[in-house]
């Protein structure tokens, strides 16, 4: 079986073919070893960076930006951002504070991503 | 009359790298200018993963690669001010400033313009039809989204596939929005491929290449747009046509940077980049005007803005410490390029990044260095897009080559 995909680890977008011959993945055309780690995990299970924002009060915006420590499963996606709807903060908050740890036991966190002074 | 050695005009990646590489290297007497209520800049409301990769080898979310520098910038104890815009600057860097204390002046040194960019409207690009509400820049829109919280519309269409349009089109759809498609004038997309698959492709929004819109429709609102196929020409093919609904229309049609202030400090333009004119230190034309960041170029990392800001920071140390005149050697940009930066070359230069984009992709090119009509130096090229800025370091070697009338050409294999 050969696959090819484009490669989203950086900005350079490799194209990458991925080749598997009994359960063993092999990839060629990525320039570095990142792209050998997403070729074979997009080709077994797609995973996603999630980023969104959380309610915030107090602070100088309406909105907290946040981020997951590490890619979601991309059928997770929705189901981790109806959670956070739920989910509200008070300033101040500090960067990479965790808002919901294990999130789905993914193993990932959501981690506040900026830090907010509280306005008064 | 207040004085300052160094006045650094924005609070974003470039005016905070630069304030800080001043700092460390031991210059006190630098105060930093920021028209909105917090420091960070655009990289505040671009909420999504990808940055500082180039840099610190690790990628970031915009909001935290703003907040590094952030901090790194406080605990420095650099002073700065907020909510003050600057109004006037002359030549001789008299710079008039309103903050909510009231109007002053301040004597500067050294100029910093690290003001940034603004995004093209639709009064830029004269799309007809009607003038109705809900037809937004698509930075805008993603403001009022990741910072206030607010959604612009229900079902989106979204003109241009610059890498801002592609994240909004996904960015919308997490948010529960309906994007109906993207777009795109030219027969190549504008975005880096990592965004067509992850922003497009992940959600199955549909990108129409070759495209634009020739119709905005609506009565109060936006209630549908025509779109239209268009030849080489750029010129729509009516019998191409067909109709969309869609409640809203979001653009990302380009960035173009700031100058309004640098033009009333007579800072001279160049018409490709929109930006100041400067040599390889990135000094504009005005003597002790330094110019980095979007305000000078349009960039798609914010690694270089960075960079750049760094880059002015040691240029600013060199231009206090010595009263040298270097020779300047004008380059300029020939064959598939559409720039070159920076447009002169000081003699004095241990090294150069020239920067520089191509005007259409091509999967394989040969770069060229010319001095006085002969080559020298080449070097091979490959997948080269006009979204992607090219970089090229001259060493000293090559620099003591070059002599007068510089050109970089780019030409087909």
Not at chain 2, 95 to 103: A, E, M, W
Request: hydrophobic residues 40%; glycine residues 8%.
């Amino acid at each position: 079986m050969n696959k090819q995909l484009i490669c989203i680890v950086c900005p350079k977008g490799c194209r990458v073919t991925v080749s598997e011959e009994n359960g063993v993945y092999t990839t060629t055309g990525n320039a570095c070893a990142r792209g050998n780690v997403y070729g074979i995990q997009e080709s077994i299970a797609p995973k996603r960076m999630l980023t969104s924002t959380i309610r915030i009060h107090n602070a100088s915006h309406a909105r907290c930006p946040v981020v997951s420590s590490a890619p979601l499963p991309k059928g997770d996606l929705f189901k981790v951002l109806a959670l956070l709807e739920n989910i509200e903060v008070t300033a101040p908050v500090v960067m990479n504070t965790v808002i919901l740890d294990n999130v789905l036991n993914s193993g990932v966190n959501i981690l506040i991503s900026r830090s907010m002074e509280e306005t008064l | 009359m207040k004085q300052n050695k160094v006045l650094i005009i924005g609070g974003g990646s470039a005016g905070l790298a630069c304030a800080i590489k001043l700092k460390e290297q031991g210059i006190d007497d630098i105060l930093l200018i920021e028209k909105e209520n917090e420091l960070g800049g655009i990289l505040k409301q671009c909420i999504h993963n990808g940055f500082g990769l180039t840099l610190y080898k690790q990628e970031y979310t915009g909001p935290m690669y703003a907040q590094l520098n952030i901090d790194r910038f406080m605990a420095l104890g650099i002073p700065f001010l907020l909510n003050a815009t600057v109004l006037d600057i002359t030549e001789s860097k008299v710079v008039t400033l309103c903050d909510p204390s009231g109007i002053f002046e301040i004597q500067a040194n050294v100029v910093v313009l690290a003001m940034g960019a603004r995004e093209r409207t639709r009064g830029n690009i004269g799309t007809p039809g009607n003038r109705c509400v809900g037809v937004w820049t698509a930075g805008n829109a993603q403001k009022y989204l990741n910072m206030d919280g607010y959604l612009v519309g229900k079902r989106i269409f979204i003109l241009g596939s610059g890498d801002i349009g592609l994240i909004m089109a996904r960015r919308l759809t997490l948010a529960k929005a309906t994007v109906v498609g993207v777009a795109e004038i030219m027969p190549y997309s504008n975005g880096l491929n990592r965004n067509i698959v992850q922003c497009l492709l992940d959600y199955d929004i549909p990108l129409y290449l070759s495209t634009t819109i020739t119709k905005i429709k609506g009565d109060g609102r936006v209630e549908g747009i025509t779109l239209c196929k268009v030849d080489e020409n750029r010129q729509p093919m009516p019998e191409t046509s067909f109709d969309i609904e869609v409640d809203t229309v979001l653009l990302s049609v380009g960035l173009i940077p700031d100058n309004v202030i640098s033009e009333k400090a007579m800072v001279e333009l160049d018409p490709k980049t929109k930006g100041p004119k400067v040599n390889s230190q990135l000094m504009t034309t005005v003597p002790g005007i330094f110019a980095c960041g979007n305000v000078l170029h349009i960039h798609d990392l914010v690694d270089h803005v960075s960079m750049e800001g760094m880059l002015v920071a040691d240029s600013i140390l060199t231009y206090l410490n010595h009263d040298t005149d270097p020779k300047m050697i004008p380059i300029r940009a020939q064959g598939a390029l559409s720039y070159v930066l920076p447009q002169t070359i000081s003699s004095e230069s241990k090294t150069v990044l020239l920067k520089y984009r191509v005007n259409k992709p091509m999967k394989k090119g040969i770069l060229k260095l010319i001095s006085n009509d002969q080559v020298i130096m080449t070097f091979p090229k490959v997948d080269l897009h006009p979204s992607e800025m090219q970089t090229l370091q001259l060493s000293q070697a090559i620099l003591c080559k070059m002599d007068y009338n510089l050109v970089v050409e780019l030409c087909d294999e």
